[in-house]
């Protein structure tokens, strides 16, 4: 059944892939972006598309967000601050705008009993060794003089907030974990390892590694992420819950550097980083990140399997056009 769909923070890397989709399945779908990380580039395609509105403004507006949260079936709240070094540099406008945007979604959908799905992260399991991390485990996050672990605490209170509005006060409330999510369109300007790395590869300048590079993670392909978000939005009872959504390919950080490099063709060197020269003193990366995805695949019948050679080539071509185009 074709429904209007709200997006928060539409221009973004996520957000447009997600709006891409959402359109071709027949949904009217309106979104805000304040192109704080989103951009116009990532939606121009977009722009004239039958059931498709944009709107440039802040998640934090309280009158705007009412406006759409009221006239769509339902809203996917993805406005966040987003981006390791992003976070690390400006950690009081991360805890903010998270909060506060999350505040403003699920007010508006409680007027109305309006559906909400809330972007969270896989930075919430923060230090966790229960690999692989599942939905119902236990969280655990860094010193609160670190600030890279405000942006899990803060994703974590997102969390804590829509469930609170559900039970208190009955908004049908579903949390999606994002695993590292990468594809076409991601920037490399906030530090996201994957486009970093393409970039540095095809301009034959050194790969930067970050710490020894036996960290590892999954990285989940971003068509593959909106999929799941389509599928959970038409599946039956997922209110109330959280689902990981990403892929559970693991590669360490080392590894990947190669594999980019390889496919590439590149004569870069790969380099190691110190933490503390890539971000700041004392900075505490997670060693290793899988999620758990039989949740997802239960509730959808789909599992995200892209493999990680794909992602690669589809992550090379996007950047060689921005390349072209002079774009970061
Ligand atoms: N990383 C790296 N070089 C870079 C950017 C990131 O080695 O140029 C590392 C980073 O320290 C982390 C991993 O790659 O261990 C993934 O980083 P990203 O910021 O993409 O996502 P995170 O998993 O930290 O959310």
């Known amino acids: 059944m074709a429904q209007k769909i709200f997006i928060t923070g539409g221009a973004g890397f996520i957000g447009s892939h997600l709006a891409e989709r959402l359109l071709g399945s027949g949904h009217q779908v309106f979104i805000l972006d304040d192109l704080s990380t989103g951009a116009m580039s990532n939606i121009e395609h977009l722009i004239g598309r039958e059931g498709f509105e944009y709107r440039i403004g802040s ?6 967000v009412a406006e759409y949260v009221d006239r769509a079936d339902l809203t996917v709240h993805l406005a966040a601050a987003v981006g390791v070094r992003l976070i690390v540099e400006r950690p009081v406008h991360t805890i903010e705008t998270n909060l506060g945007a999350t505040t403003a979604v699920l007010e508006a959908a409680q007027r109305k009993g309006k559906r909400v799905f809330i972007a969270s992260t896989s930075e919430v399991y923060g230090k966790s060794t229960a690999f692989p991390f599942r939905e119902d485990g236990d969280l655990s996050l860094g010193a609160t003089t670190r600030s890279r672990w405000a942006y899990a605490c803060s994703k974590a209170m997102d969390e804590w907030l829509g469930f609170a509005f559900a039970r208190e006060r009955d908004v049908p409330v579903t949390v999606l974990r994002f695993f590292n999510t990468v594809g076409p ?22 790969i930067s590694v970050y710490g ?45 550097a190669k594999r980019v490099r390889a496919a590439v063709g590149s004569s870069s060197d790969i380099v190691n980083i110190p933490y503390s020269e890539a971000y700041a003193e004392g900075f505490e990366d997670m060693p290793r990140r899988v999620p758990d995805c039989s949740k997802l695949e239960a509730a959808t019948g789909f599992r995200p399997r892209t493999p990680l050679a794909t992602i690669i080539e589809d992550v090379i071509a996007d950047q060689k056009v921005k390349l072209a185009n002079n774009e970061d």
């Open 59 to 64: 998640a934090l507006d309280q009158g705007l």
């Open 185 to 206: 369109r991601q920037t490399g300007r906030y530090g996201m390892v994957l486009p970093n790395f393409v970039r540095q590869a095809l301009q034959n300048q050194p």
């Open 212 to 256: 020894d590079g036996q960290q590892s993670r999954c990285f989940g392909h971003v068509r593959d992420a909106v999929e799941s978000v389509e599928r959970l939005i038409d599946a039956p009872n997922v209110n109330g819950e959280v689902f990981n959504v990403g892929a559970d390919e693991e590669v360490s950080i080392e590894e990947l």
